[in-house]
């Protein structure tokens, strides 16, 4: 079965951290670019960060930039979102995805499997 599971959603106070993991089973997992995304309600869905299959490729939404880090560890099949200085607006469910087409935020036709989501809110 082709599967990916996100977890380490909470809730934070604001300027917490937070890191975000997304285990993948099923597939070939370093030959896919994988993405998180995010939506809050009454929102439309958001690409946050992506990171390539090929070594040095990463994005960022300019409102994370500097505050949040992609990584990934293909041994364990698992992609990182850490996220630092959280702000109220952060708050949302955060998925991720993964594809074989390319690193974007903006083209959600490029993934073709996606996770449950998990639930980050950032509150005091």
């Known amino acids: 079965q082709v599967q990916l599971v996100e977890s380490g959603g909470d809730l934070v106070q604001p300027g917490g951290s937070l890191t975000l993991s997304c285990a993948a089973s099923?597939?070939?997992?370093?030959?896919?670019?994988i993405g998180w995304f995010r939506q809050a309600p009454g929102k439309e869905r958001e690409g946050v960060s992506c990171?390539?299959?090929?070594?040095?490729?990463?994005a960022y939404v300019n409102s994370v930039k500097g505050r949040f880090t992609i990584s990934r560890d293909n041994e364990k099949n698992t992609v990182y979102l850490k996220m630092n200085s959280l702000k109220p607006e952060d708050t949302a469910v955060y998925y991720c995805a993964a594809g074989r087409n390319g690193c974007s935020l903006f083209n959600f036709q490029l993934y073709n499997t996606w996770g449950q989501g998990t639930q980050v809110t950032v509150s005091s």
């Open positions: 990171i390539g299959s090929r070594v040095g490729i990463t």
């Open positions: 099923g597939f070939t997992f370093n030959y896919y670019d």
